[in-house]
């Protein structure tokens, strides 16, 4: 039997340490939504999802930018996993 075309195999792309690091802070941050009570799971979800998709295309180049967003992002993280914090406003880095 012979090997599948080209075109038929999957292709594996290999991602950055950063955006490895995005997709694990963003992992870590549904996670910590899953302790907090279910009227404001909705609400923390929804803004982790907008936070993600606004800064979705970032120039992969703009290493100074993303770094910063994925600092910023882990201080949220900390808050979040905060039993004291129930709710929140969350402002505007841009």
Same mark, same amino acid.
């Given at each position: 039997? +012979? =090997?599948? /075309?080209? !075109?038929?195999? =999957?292709? @594996?792309?290999?991602?950055? *340490?950063? !955006? @490895?690091?995005? $997709? +694990?802070?963003?992992? %870590?941050?549904?996670? =910590?939504?899953? +302790? @907090? !009570?279910?009227? !404001?799971?909705? $609400? $923390?979800?929804?803004?982790?999802?907008? =936070?993600?998709?606004?800064?979705?295309?970032?120039? /992969?180049?703009?290493? $100074?930018?993303?770094?910063?967003?994925?600092?910023? *992002?882990? @201080?949220?993280?900390?808050?979040?996993?905060? /039993? +004291?914090?129930?709710?929140?406003?969350?402002?505007?880095? %841009?």
């Amino acid at each position: 039997m +012979s =090997a599948p /075309p080209q !075109a038929a195999r =999957a292709v @594996k792309r290999s991602l950055s *340490g950063l !955006a @490895k690091q995005a $997709f +694990s802070l963003h992992r %870590d941050l549904l996670r =910590a939504v899953r +302790s @907090k !009570a279910p009227e !404001a799971r909705v $609400f $923390f979800a929804a803004q982790i999802r907008e =936070a993600f998709e606004t800064h979705r295309r970032l120039d /992969p180049r703009d290493i $100074f930018n993303i770094e910063h967003r994925i600092r910023h *992002g882990r @201080k949220q993280l900390e808050l979040l996993r905060s /039993p +004291s914090v129930t709710g929140a406003h969350l402002t505007s880095v %841009d």
